[in-house]
T-cell receptor, first 116, second 113 residues
Framework: DAGVTQSPTHLIKTRGQHVTLRCSPI?????VSWYQQVLGQGPQFIFQ???????GRGNFPDRFSARQFPNYSSELNVNALLLGDSALYLC???????????????FGEGSWLTVV | GNSVTQMEGPVTLSEEAFLTINCTYT??????LFWYVQYPGEGLQLLLKATKADDKGSNKGFEATYRKETTSFHLEKGSVQVSDSAVYFC????????????FGAGTRLFVKA
């Protein structure tokens, strides 16, 4: 079975530009989360979506937005890119509901974004 | 608030040495605890997990025991291999549910042949 897939794997953008990152969850998983991992640090939570609704948001500016589609795939959008947005963006999916505990999330390989 | 603290790296070991990476957490109640591994240039892979006190998670020779009394979840392996060289992240999901995983800063492990 395919795992969590993300695209693109690598991209370079210029400051001020916009970027869209895409994620397809594991088949049957209805929840998708996004994380930002800056080099040398642990991942930081950005968004969580379940059944196409936003269920959680981390401490990121409004330049960051996301959505989940009827097929449970998701997009992360970042506007007005800054140099500090350079990072690995990880998507994760999970089978259960956000209301249940003990859930396990499965990560994709990530999208490496470099802002120059 | 919820947080995870793990030992700073890098940790450098010779092949077949014993590994311990310390992890402690701060959380209300009984969070679920995880260890993830990240190989160079790759995303995170779930290594093991434990969802309640005294549970032991294990996988690929690694193990960690959920210790509520010390709020710890230390990762151990009896005999490391060169292929274990990676960054290891301790993480938790609060018992309030949801999928917001809180990660430690990561510990880089180098294993020498």
């Amino acid at each position: 079975d395919a795992g969590v897939t993300q695209s693109p794997t690598h991209l370079i953008k210029t400051r001020g530009q916009h970027v869209t990152l895409r994620c397809s969850p594991i088949s049957g998983h209805k929840s998708v989360s996004w994380y930002q991992q800056v080099l040398g640090q642990g991942p930081q939570f950005i968004f969580q979506y379940y059944e196409k609704e936003e269920r959680g948001r981390g401490n990121f500016p409004d330049r960051f937005s996301a959505r989940q589609f009827p097929n449970y795939s998701s997009e992360l959008n970042v506007n007005a890119l800054l140099l500090g947005d350079s990072a690995l963006y990880l998507c994760a999916s999970s089978l259960g509901s956000p209301l249940s505990s003990g859930n396990t999330i499965y990560f994709g390989e990530g999208s490496w974004l470099t802002v120059v | 608030g919820n947080s995870v603290t793990q030992m700073e790296g890098p940790v450098t070991l010779s092949e077949e040495a014993f590994l311990t990476i310390n992890c402690t957490y701060t959380a209300t109640g009984y969070p679920s605890l995880f260890w993830y591994v990240q190989y160079p240039g790759e995303g995170l892979q779930l290594l093991l997990k434990a969802t309640k006190a005294d549970d032991k998670g294990s996988n690929k020779g690694f193990e960690a025991t959920y210790r509520k009394e010390t709020t710890s979840f230390h990762l151990e392996k009896g005999s490391v291999q060169v292929s274990d060289s990676a960054v290891y992240f301790c993480a938790l999901i609060p018992n309030t549910g949801g999928f917001k995983t809180i990660f430690g800063a990561g510990t880089r492990l180098f294993v020498k042949a």
